[in-house]
């Protein structure tokens, strides 16, 4: 049974940094596409990184990119995302997601109907 629980959210000032734990159960990180999305009130979700656990190719969407890192240790079977310079428009419940690669990791990426596993959620709130 396939089981991942987010941690690491929270209520941070515009400008500081949070990192997000994922962290997987019920199967281990071997071959497998691992993606963070994001929701915020009244808003569709959205993708927001990304990464394969047998290579390490990442993706990122442009609202994020270089200010947020995503990576994993398969050891201890979690991934991380590594948030900085955070903005009041990143506020919003966080989710991992994790599914087995299509040919095209980068075209799975930004598809939320390409996972089948989800997590509970961590909120994230940017505000002074």
């Known amino acids: 049974q396939v089981q991942l629980m987010e941690s690491g959210g929270g209520l941070v000032q515009p400008g500081g940094s949070l990192t997000l734990s994922c962290a997987a159960s019920g199967f281990t990180l071997d071959y497998y596409v691992i993606a963070w999305f994001r929701q915020a009130p009244g808003k569709e979700r959205e993708a927001v990184s990304c990464?394969?656990?047998?290579?390490?190719?990442?993706y990122y969407s442009d609202s994020v990119k270089d200010r947020f890192t995503i990576s994993k240790v398969n050891e201890k079977n979690t991934v991380y995302l590594q948030m900085n310079n955070l903005k009041p428009e990143d506020s919003a419940v966080y989710y991992c997601a994790a599914d087995r690669p299509w040919p095209s990791v980068e075209g799975m990426c930004p598809l939320t109907q390409a996972f089948g596993s989800w997590g509970q959620g961590t909120q994230v709130t940017v505000s002074s």
């Open positions: 990464i394969t656990t047998h290579e390490g190719f990442t």
